[in-house]
């Protein structure tokens, strides 16, 4: 549904460029002009549009039914709006030649304030893009550079406030134009500067902290009211120790919804995660969500289910076995390379004891080789229920080799879920 919204949105904006045309005559006359005018046009919905899925707005993660999902619009959006909009200045400047003139005023600054800042707002869109994509930087850098993107954005708001176009000359398409630029730098604004104060979060205290192998052990207790969150969920952690790292990155909650401490498990994979486990008692943590609808299938039907986690893939399933409801069956495999890496072993073998429609196997890479499909398919005896739901959580490699193997066998892709989440 979201991504409808976003093709129907950019649809709109090509209809109202239409409607500026007296007819097929006036795009035919000079169609490179008219090229380039619907690729700006286009590309500046699509724009506005990555900046509001940038913003972590709730109303906007139920439309897309997950904050991967939209993260993954926002990758895609961006990408073809900066496409679009090189193309808009290349057509013009084709169609320009042999006016060399003319087609220097496409390219370069000059006496014309309207043409200069949309030069400049695509340049420093494609600085930043370029930073984005090709430079090897610590995250917390690459955060504070992909923050300035609202640059551009106000820059190319003024270029079509003072270009004489069609947006000038149609009163409809000036106004859906502004409107959505208006929502884009509102967004931007909120997420920049207000978001860390006034989006949904909860702070928190390190109770306890323990390392185990590769992995972090954090536990938190609130300070104040707790964070209510539904099992599958994450939140983004961010700490104020500078030592350690203070942008935010996504954990999932693994314990019970219904606990005052929260926990999460952390693999050790850069230096911010790292640090982690320099943290102390009675640090503060900073918790914003939650976010994801990972479980939302699992907890709002009575359908079986398989359950396959990689490493600290099996975060989010040890907060949806508290919500295993007494007519589901759910077989749970859980992958690691060495047997030392299995997290929370003990307590899941203690769950077990009251959950008789549960089923758990640990899976060793190390000595039984990498688990797949047609493994899984094996120790249920052959056979996979066709109807139940197959929960993915693991490695990007892991789940994307797991479910082209699963869709091998016969899974119907519906019957698949997994959250694929990347922040860059």
Known sequence: MGNLVVVGMTVITGFLWLLTKTGYFAIGA?????????????????????????????VVEDLFKGLDKVYHAHHWTGALATVFLINHPIWLVINAIPQYQLAKLYLLPSDSKAYTLGILALYSMLLLILITLYAKIKY???????????????????????????????????????????????AYFYKAFLYKSYGPQGLYRVANVQSQGPYTLLKLRPVGERMKFRAGQFAFLSTGNQTIGTEPHPYSFASNPGDN?????????????????????????????????????????????????????????????????????????????????ALFEKIIQEALQDKPNLRYRLHVAQKDGYLTAHKIREKLGGTIDVAAMIMLCGPPAMMAAMKAQLLEIGIAPSNIIYEDFSLR
């Open 30 to 58: 000079d169609p490179l002009r008219a090229l380039s005018q619907i690729l700006a046009l286009v590309g500046a919905t699509l724009l506005a549009i990555n900046f509001i899925l940038a913003a972590r707005l709730k």
């Open 140 to 186: 917390d850098t690459w955060l504070k550079t992909h923050k300035l993107m609202g640059f551009p954005l106000l820059l190319a708001s003024l270029h079509m406030l003072l270009i004489t176009s069609d947006i000038s000359r149609s009163p409809a398409l000036r106004l859906w134009l502004f409107a959505l630029t208006g929502c884009a730098l509102a």
């Open 261 to 341: 401490i929260v926990q999460f498990a952390i693999k050790n994979l850069g230096d911010y995660t790292k640090n982690m486990r320099k943290s102390q008692a009675g640090d503060e943590i900073t918790l914003q969500g939650p976010y994801g609808r990972f479980g939302d299938a699992f907890l709002n039907s009575d359908r079986n289910a398989i359950w396959i986690g990689g490493g600290v893939g099996i975060t989010p399933f040890l907060s949806l076995m508290h919500k295993i409801k007494p007519k589901q069956q759910v077989e749970w495999f859980y992958s690691v390379n060495k047997p030392e890496e």
